[in-house]
C-alpha cells in the first residue's frame, strides 16, 4: 500500500514539474526572454522528443539568439531518428537562410518539396511550414503538388490565403471559388472572404477582376452559381439593376420555384432609395409566382413606393388600389399585412383614423395565433394613439406586453406604453417602463428607451413644473401624427422660450429631422452644428455628428465633410450606437474593402 502511495505520488509531482516547464518555456518565449526559455525547452525537448511544438520552439530559441550552429546540430540529430518529421529539412534550409547561404537552403527545401512526391499526404504540413516562414512560392508548390498526385485532397483555401498575401488576387479567386463547385465549404463562408477584397466601388480593380472570373466561368460552364455570385457583387456595388438582371435569369432556370432572393433583392434596393429598380422587380415577382401571399406582399411594396411622393389626387387613387386588393384578398388571416397597411394609411396618411379603428378590431375577431394577435393590436394602438385614445391604446399594449413578455413584440408594447404615456403627459410611469426596457434584447429599442428615459429624467431635474418637456411631448407627438409643419412650429417656441436649458438640444435634433423629412436640408444643416457647438459635451452629440454625416453624405453629396463627422464618432463617441455605422462609412469614403 505504501509503495502505491509513493508512485502515485511521484507520478503527481512528476506531471505538475513537466506542466510547470511547460509553462515557464512558453512564458519566456512569449516574453522574449529567449535565454531562459532555451533551458526548459531543452528540457522538455529530452522528456518529449516526438512532440514537434517543442522541437520547433527549441530551434526558434537557437535562432533568435544566433546560435545557428546548435540549430543546425540539432536539427541534424533529429533528421537522424527513425522515421523524421519533414518539415525539419524546412526548419535546418531557413537556419541556413538566416546565416545567408541561399544555396544550402534551397538544398534543403527542395529536399522537403521531394517526399511529396513520395507520400503526397505530407503536402499540407511541408505547405504549411513553408508559409510559417513566408516562403509563399514554395507553399504553392507544395499544396499543388499534393493536389495533382492525390485529386482527393483538397487545399484550396489555404491556396487562396496564400494568394491573397501575395496580392494575386485573381488567382485567390479562382482558388475560393473552386473550393465552392467541389463544395468543400458553403458558398457564404466564401464570400466572406472575398468581401474582404472588394468595395462598393465597381471600377475597383479587385470588383473587376472578380467580375471577369465569374463572366469567364459562366461563359466556360453555365451554372445557377454564376449567376448568384454575379448578383452578389452587384449587390455590394449598389448596382440593383444588374444584380436583377441576373436574378431573373436564376428565377428562370429555377421555373421561379422561389421569389425570396427576389423578394430580398427588392427590399434592399428599396432600402437604398433605388425605388424605380425596386419597382421593376416587384412587379416581375406578382407577373411571375403563383403564391398570393407572396403577390400581396409585393402589392404592397408597389404602393409604398407609390406613396414616396403621393400627395391630394393621387392619394384617392391609391385607396382605390386598397379596395381593390381587399376585395380581391379579403378579410383573412393570411391577409394582415394588407389590412395593417391600409390602416396605416387610412390614419397617417389620411388622416381618416376612425375607419382604421373599426377595420383592425373586426380584423381581431378572426382566428388568430398569439403573435398574429399581437401584431394586429400594436396596429391598433398606434392609431388608437393618433386618435388621442390614450388609455384605450394602453390597455391593448398592455396585453401584449403580459401576453408576450420575452418576445420583441412584447417589449416593443412596453415601450409603447412609454412612448403613449410621455405623450399623455403622464412622465413618472413612462420612466417606469423606460427603466425595465434599457436591457432589452433588441438594441433599437433598448436604446430609443435610453434616450427617452434621458429626456424625461433630465428635464424633470431641471424644471419641476415640467412646463418645457411638457411642450416638447406635444410636439412629439404632433410628429408622430404627420403634422410636421406644427412640430417644426411647437418645437421652434421652445427654442424660443427656453433658451439654455436642458431640452434646447432635444428640441434642435427633433427639429432638424423634420426638417429633413421637409427636404429643407440647409435648415436642418444649421440645428445639427448648433448642437455640435453648444452641446458638444451633451448626450446628444454623437446624434448631431452622425445626421450630419448622414445628410453630406446623401443628399449634399459632401464626402470630405461626411468623413469628418463619422471621424469625431470613431474618436471620441466609442460607445455611441451609431459607432459601427460610423466606423463603416467612414471607411467607405476612405476607399477601404469592407468585410
Known amino acids: 500500500m505504501r509503495f502505491i502511495f509513493f508512485v502515485i505520488t511521484y507520478l503527481a509531482l512528476s506531471t505538475f514539474a513537466f506542466a510547470q516547464d511547460d509553462f515557464l518555456a512558453k512564458q519566456y518565449f512569449a516574453d522574449g526572454d529567449f535565454e531562459r526559455a532555451v533551458v526548459f525547452y531543452e528540457k522538455l525537448v529530452e522528456k518529449n522528443p516526438r512532440r514537434t511544438e517543442y522541437v520547433q520552439d527549441l530551434v526558434a530559441c537557437y535562432q533568435q539568439l544566433e546560435r545557428y550552429q546548435e540549430a543546425e546540430d540539432f536539427l541534424n540529430q533529429r533528421l537522424k531518428d527513425r522515421n523524421p518529421y519533414p518539415t525539419l529539412l524546412i526548419d535546418l534550409g531557413y537556419n541556413y537562410a538566416l546565416?545567408?547561404?541561399?544555396e544550402m537552403a534551397q538544398t534543403y527545401y527542395d529536399k522537403a518539396l521531394d517526399i511529396i512526391s513520395k507520400n503526397p499526404n505530407y503536402g499540407y504540413a511541408i505547405g504549411l511550414q513553408f508559409q510559417k516562414y513566408s516562403l509563399l512560392d514554395m507553399a504553392i508548390k507544395a499544396f499543388q503538388t499534393s493536389m495533382k498526385l492525390n485529386p482527393a485532397l483538397n487545399f484550396n483555401f489555404q491556396l487562396a490565403r496564400i494568394y491573397g498575401e501575395q496580392g494575386n488576387v485573381e488567382a485567390m479567386y479562382n482558388s475560393y471559388l473552386n473550393l465552392v463547385i467541389d463544395g468543400k465549404t458553403s458558398k457564404s463562408n466564401i464570400l466572406r472572404s472575398i468581401d474582404d477584397f472588394i468595395s462598393e466601388d465597381a471600377e475597383n480593380k479587385n470588383n473587376i477582376l472578380l467580375k471577369k472570373v465569374l463572366l469567364e466561368r459562366a461563359q466556360k460552364n453555365p451554372d445557377i452559381l454564376w449567376n448568384e455570385l454575379l448578383s452578389w457583387l452587384f449587390v455590394q456595388q449598389?448596382?440593383?439593376?444588374?444584380?436583377?438582371?441576373?436574378?431573373?435569369?436564376i428565377s428562370k432556370r429555377m421555373n421561379g420555384s422561389s421569389t425570396t432572393r427576389l423578394e430580398n433583392l427588392g427590399n434592399d434596393a428599396l432600402d437604398n432609395e433605388e425605388p424605380e429598380v425596386a419597382k421593376d422587380i416587384y412587379s416581375y415577382i406578382?407577373?411571375?409566382?403563383?403564391?398570393k401571399i407572396t403577390q400581396l406582399d409585393a402589392e404592397l411594396n408597389l404602393?409604398?413606393?407609390?406613396?414616396l411622393n403621393a400627395s391630394g389626387n393621387q392619394l384617392d387613387a391609391i385607396q382605390k388600389k386598397y379596395d381593390a386588393l381587399v376585395d380581391e384578398y379579403g378579410y383573412k388571416t393570411q391577409s394582415l399585412q394588407l389590412q395593417v397597411a391600409y390602416a396605416n394609411f387610412l390614419t397617417f396618411t389620411k388622416n381618416n383614423p376612425a375607419p382604421a379603428e373599426k377595420?383592425?378590431?373586426n380584423s381581431l375577431e378572426l382566428p388568430l395565433s398569439d403573435r398574429g394577435t399581437a401584431y394586429l393590436k400594436l396596429a391598433?394602438?398606434?392609431?388608437?394613439?393618433?386618435d388621442k385614445k390614450f388609455n384605450e391604446a394602453l390597455i391593448y399594449f398592455s396585453q401584449i406586453q403580459q401576453k408576450l413578455k420575452n418576445d420583441v413584440l412584447g417589449q416593443d408594447a412596453r415601450y409603447k406604453v412609454a412612448q403613449t404615456s410621455f405623450y399623455k403627459g403622464d412622465f413618472d410611469w413612462a420612466l417606469t417602463q423606460l427603466k425595465v426596457l434599457r436591457s432589452s434584447t433588441s438594441q433599437l429599442i433598448a436604446n430609443d428607451a435610453m434616450q427617452l428615459s434621458l429626456l424625461i429624467s433630465d428635464n424633470s431635474l431641471e424644471d419641476s413644473t415640467q412646463t418645457a418637456l411638457k411642450k416638447y411631448a406635444r410636439a412629439d407627438f404632433l410628429a408622430y401624427q404627420n403634422k410636421t409643419y406644427e412640430a417644426i412650429t411647437a418645437l421652434g417656441d421652445i427654442l424660443?422660450?427656453?433658451?439654455?436649458e436642458k431640452i434646447e438640444d432635444e428640441a434642435l435634433l427633433k427639429q432638424a429631422q423634420l426638417f429633413e423629412k421637409q427636404k429643407k436640408y440647409e435648415e436642418a444643416q444649421l440645428n445639427y452644428q448648433k448642437i455640435i457647438t453648444f452641446y458638444g459635451n451633451g448626450i446628444l452629440a454623437d446624434d448631431a455628428y452622425y445626421a450630419l454625416g448622414e445628410l453630406y453624405r446623401k443628399v449634399l453629396n459632401d464626402p470630405q465633410k461626411a468623413k469628418e463627422q463619422y471621424e469625431k464618432i470613431i474618436?471620441?463617441?466609442?460607445?455611441?450606437?451609431?459607432?459601427?455605422?460610423?466606423?463603416?462609412?467612414?471607411?467607405?469614403?476612405?476607399?477601404?474593402?469592407?468585410?
Do not use: C, M, W
Open 99 to 102: 546565416q545567408e547561404k541561399e
Open 238 to 249: 449598389k448596382q440593383y439593376g444588374s444584380a436583377f438582371r441576373q436574378e431573373k435569369a
Open 286 to 291: 406578382i407577373e411571375n409566382t403563383s403564391n
Open 303 to 307: 404602393i409604398d413606393i407609390e406613396l
Open 359 to 361: 377595420l383592425l378590431k
Open 380 to 386: 391598433l394602438g398606434d392609431i388608437l394613439v393618433y
Open 496 to 500: 424660443e422660450n427656453h433658451k439654455g
Open 571 to 595: 474618436y471620441n463617441y466609442q460607445d455611441s450606437y451609431y459607432f459601427p455605422e460610423a466606423r463603416k462609412n467612414f471607411r467607405i469614403l476612405r476607399g477601404d474593402a469592407i468585410n
